[in-house]
Nanobody, 126 residues
């Protein structure tokens, strides 16, 4: 499985960005997908996740109401719409996939995700 993120960049506080994650190598519609991020000097943390069909999503409290995760199984792609960006959102953002579970609510646990992208940098200036 290959995951490739794109869409990162440098923006000012209050602006928006849309990240994309394109997947290949396995049937995308059978994957649970997640976004994680790692800020300089900090541990990687959960951001958002979405189940196979896109009917269930979960968010970290820090991004709830500002970020929206979605997926298009016809395009083998997942997205993260980020609005009202803050300086504390600055991080490398990673997409991740897991194919083991079929549960309705997607996992927030990093160790449950088997495949990871290389990351895309998001920098928010204040």
């Amino acid at each position: 499985v290959q995951l490739v993120e794109s869409g990162g960049g440098l923006v000012q506080a209050g602006e928006s960005l849309r990240l994309s994650c394109e997947a290949s190598g396995r049937t995308f519609s059978t994957s649970v997908m997640g976004w994680f991020r790692q800020a300089p000097g900090k541990e990687r943390e959960f951001v958002a996740a979405i189940n196979r069909g896109g009917s269930s999503t979960v968010y970290a409290d820090s991004v709830k109401g500002r970020f929206t995760i979605s997926r298009d199984n016809t395009k083998n792609a997942m997205y993260l719409e980020m609005n009202s960006l803050k300086a504390e959102d600055t991080a490398v953002y990673y997409c991740a996939a897991e194919y083991r579970s079929s549960r309705y609510f997607p996992s927030q646990q990093q160790d449950e995700y088997d495949y990871w992208g290389q990351g895309t940098q998001v920098t928010v200036s204040s």
